[in-house]
């Protein structure tokens, strides 16, 4: 089952706009990661934030994590058209061995 | 700089027959992951390796599924007498020893049940 919600489902902008992708989990959690996917392709890793961790940065990428409401946001900003995927959150769950529990995901289109 | 290797990239039988899938993780790394991922869906977790030994499986992971790490090295995943439910989207992934390590991906099969 997934762990949580990512909100929007789908988010379309114009190139050079920032694009906010939020992610909510259930549990308590080690950490939680972001990646992106390409049509019919696998997950790229873009970040990982610890859970004693509040924000973390990565090129465009901001991502910051709130424990207390268990929620994550990924900021992309100055986006390129390259930026079009599916974003998804996934949380490594305390107790939970290492393995990712992924959200549905947030379809990403970034237009000319 | 070599990633996790996945082969083949898809893959079509008829219902009823077996079929392997290959994982070739990066070589510095001791975890070694399988996912399935639906579409529409995010990733769902399947079974997971450190080193040869299978340490956490799914209840996903019915009877009809098997996977192994042999040498703690490649890993295969073979789904016995496929059911059309099996139709998904096949991943693998991989990520160094310790409690805070990205996993990696390979770019998946795609399994298709006629």
């Known amino acids: 089952s997934q762990q949580g919600e990512e909100d929007p489902q789908a988010l379309s902008i114009q190139e050079g706009e920032n694009a906010t992708m939020n992610c909510s989990y259930k549990?308590?959690?080690?950490?939680l990661q972001w990646y992106r996917q390409n049509s019919g392709r696998g997950l790229v890793h873009l970040i990982l934030?610890?859970?004693?961790?509040r924000e973390k940065h990565s090129g465009r990428l901001r991502v910051t994590l709130d424990t207390s409401k268990k929620s994550s946001s990924l900021l992309i900003t100055a986006s390129r058209a390259a930026d079009t995927a599916s974003y998804f959150c996934?949380?490594?769950?305390?107790?939970?061995?290492?393995?990712?529990?992924f959200g549905t995901g947030t379809q990403l289109k970034v237009e000319l | 700089d070599t990633g996790v290797s996945q082969d083949p990239r898809h893959k079509i039988t008829k219902r009823g027959q077996n079929v392997t899938f290959r994982c070739d993780p990066i070589?510095?790394?001791?975890?070694l992951y399988w996912y399935r991922q639906t579409l529409g869906q995010g990733p769902e977790f399947l079974t997971y390796?450190?080193?040869?030994?299978?340490?956490?499986k799914s209840r996903l992971l019915s009877d009809r599924f098997s996977a192994e790490r042999p040498k703690g090295s490649f890993s295969t995943l073979e789904i016995q007498r496929t059911e059309q439910g099996d139709s998904a989207m096949y991943l693998c992934?991989?990520?160094?020893?310790?409690?805070?390590?990205?996993?990696?991906f390979g770019d998946g099969t795609r399994l298709s049940i006629l």
């Open positions: 996934a949380t490594s769950l305390t107790g939970g061995g290492n393995k990712l529990t």
């Open positions: 549990t308590s959690i080690n950490n």
């Open positions: 934030i610890r859970s004693n961790e």
């Open positions: 070589s510095e790394h001791n975890r």
């Open positions: 390796f450190q080193n040869e030994a299978q340490l956490e």
């Open positions: 992934a991989s990520s160094s020893t310790g409690l805070n390590q990205p996993q990696h």
